[in-house]
Nanobody
């Protein structure tokens, strides 16, 4: 199983980035997908989540109205559009997949992370 993030980088405050996470080795269409982030010295936090069918997106309070999560099940890819970026959005962003309940277990997977730095 591989989750490969891309699209991170350095952006000025107020700018935008779009992260992508390409999945392989799983049946992507039956996995809920999430984006997490971890800033230096802080705990990993949930940024956004989307159900397997693409509905019910939800967001951290700090990202509502600025970030949009979406997915393309035909391309096995989940996206995170980030607008109006702030310095406090600086973090490593991780893609996360969690599958359906199977024999009492839900298998989950993490990507390797992509760095987002918001600075002038």
């Amino acid at each position: 199983v591989q989750l490969v993030e891309s699209g991170g980088g350095l952006v000025q405050p107020g700018g935008s980035l779009r992260l992508s996470c390409a999945a392989s080795g799983i049946t992507f269409s039956n996995h809920d997908m999430r984006w997490y982030r971890q800033a230096p010295g802080k705990e990993r936090e949930l940024v956004a989540a989307i159900s397997s069918a693409g509905g019910s997106p939800n967001y951290a309070d700090s990202t509502k109205g600025r970030f949009t999560i979406s997915r393309d099940n035909a391309k096995n890819t989940v996206y995170l559009q980030m607008n109006s970026l702030k310095p406090e959005d600086t973090a490593v962003y991780y893609c996360y997949a969690i599958g359906p309940l199977y024999s009492g277990v839900r298998y989950d997977y993490w990507g390797q992370g992509t760095q987002v730095t918001v600075s002038s």
